[in-house]
């Protein structure tokens, strides 16, 4: 709280009162969390959810450093979550208060981000993949080196996400995504350089629009809008690239200032419910790291190759603290030199 | 007993004049100037690993600020800001002309016309743009359905997309204020260049153009300034390929939480706008002084 004592006044001045006891203020990505879920629970307990959103982990932190314990529960992706823990503006979870957690897959508890599982709880993962319109692309298609070729000049949509894509360029050198370097970073620019001179579109929020428009023809976008586009129709396919991919897990943690961390307890437990859980990643198809869940799911839910793929070698993201920075001027200067 | 009266009234009346003030003195103090000023001091401050701002001073924001990339990157944008407003010009001029020249009855008519579109939500218009110039889009089947019409033709997600949000975006805004000035020309001022033998293109430029020149310099300022700093067009039409300055800096204060360098940024913007501002209210005075 050392950063600018004027900003947290304003901020205070918008803030109101804060949280009663029987109110819960839920901070959640933006179209992850459904309303009925909500209301299911404020119908259950007389605990009213006070839901605000945010489109990105940035967002996220920058508002929780800022505006301080507003909020009782938050929703942030594996590595920022990270940085959070190491930040102490996470609170220790109470296990004994979260009986559900028994439902989770071993596959995404204890991860690197939380090695104890003691500050986050698995909501919903998934991984950044390729999208393919069949109709208009024959060719096949398997890693990033296929995606990014000349023929395909203007028919790409890729995420708005400097990370993202230097992320992409690093798996093609085979290089590790998670501990850059000045080096490699100097290595994957002329790869970035080639590559954004191809794009039509970069666009993290609705990627799949372009697709469904018929602007373009193939994506590396978010899982979850791969999986969306091929409920829709079955002419998008889905592959992870071959040079490997980034899975991200998005978690539930409580902050450390947080009013009703009773009530986050109660909202943790409730969501992972199989009945409750399986509500969720119906209505976002992403993969369910819920296993009492995903046993109630549709067998054509759990066919979705984007929402649950086959094999593919997946990593998480880990926090790479200020060169988050260099990458972001690297692709800053190389989408303006086109 | 009158000239005592007289000198007092200036007093008392600027004594009123600043409580009726205090709302705008306010809100003035409360979010221009003291975000003005957080916006300054951050600008020579450092960020933490979190993005947090520390107060260690810096000139390192500025120097990167003049960086070749940066600098190209402002170029750019004042070139896309300064097309925009040209062309905003050239469509404005003539519709703002034959409003202020029309008949008393059908001026509101067309006035209302100017304005509907801002009844609807800036950015659900944006995005019917984007239905229209799609590749499957309204544009593109009208050109399929002429009988010698080229193929598909790429619309979305170019430069001239984004001019073309651009231009419609701040259309309005050139021609209101070139219709204040044009409905204020006395028409005897006209007539009088007719009859003392002006051809057409003499009254536009001797008597038109000179009695328009605040109008013309307000919708410049109106388009000029926003069209620089806008990001959402160029995300969403431009397909956020080639950055302008806006998307930079509302990169710096979202996913690249670097607050300093964004502030940096926008007090560099703040000078380029103040030296606008300067040289139009010159351009304007130049006009008035001649009117």
Sequence with gaps: ????????????????????????????????????????????????????????????????????????????????????????????????????????????TNRPHDPAGGFTVPYLSGSVGIVINTEKVTVPIRGYRDVFQPRFKDRLVVLNDSREIVTWALYTLGLPINTLTPESLARARPIVADWVKLVKVFDSDSPKTALLNGDVDLGVVWSGEAAILWNQNKKFHFVIPAEGAHQFIDVLAIPAGAKNPAAAHQFINYLLRPEVSQLISTAFPYTNPNAAARALLSPEALANPASYPKTGKLETFRDIGKMAAAIDRLVTDLKSAR | MRQAAARRAPHAASWRAWLLLMPMVAWLVLFVVVPTTILFVYSFCERDELGRVVFSFTWENYTRVFDPIYLRIFARSIGYAALTTIICIVAGFPVAFGIGRARAAWRDRLLLLVMVPFWTSFLIRTYAWITILKEEGLLNAVLRALPFGPGPVDFLYTPTAVVIGLVYAYLPFMILPIYGSVEKIDGALLEAAHDLGAGPWRVFTAVIFPLTRPGLAAGTLLVFVPSIAMFAITDLMGGARVPLIGNVIQNQFLQARDWPFGAALGVVFLALFATTYWALLRFRDRGEARG
């Design chain 1, 1 to 108: 709280m050392k950063s600018s004592h004027l900003l947290v006044l304003l901020l205070a001045l918008g803030v109101g009162a804060g949280a009663r006891a029987a109110e819960l203020n839920l901070f959640g990505w933006s179209e992850y969390v459904p309303q009925t879920v909500i209301d299911g629970f404020t119908k259950e307990t007389g605990i009213k959810v006070n839901f605000e959103t945010f489109s990105s982990n940035e967002e996220l932190i920058a508002k929780l450093v800022a505006g301080g314990g507003r909020y009782d529960l938050v929703q942030p992706s594996d590595y920022a979550a990270e940085v959070m823990i190491r930040q102490k503006l996470l609170a220790p979870l109470d296990r004994a208060k979260l009986p559900n957690l028994k439902n989770l897959d071993s596959a995404f």
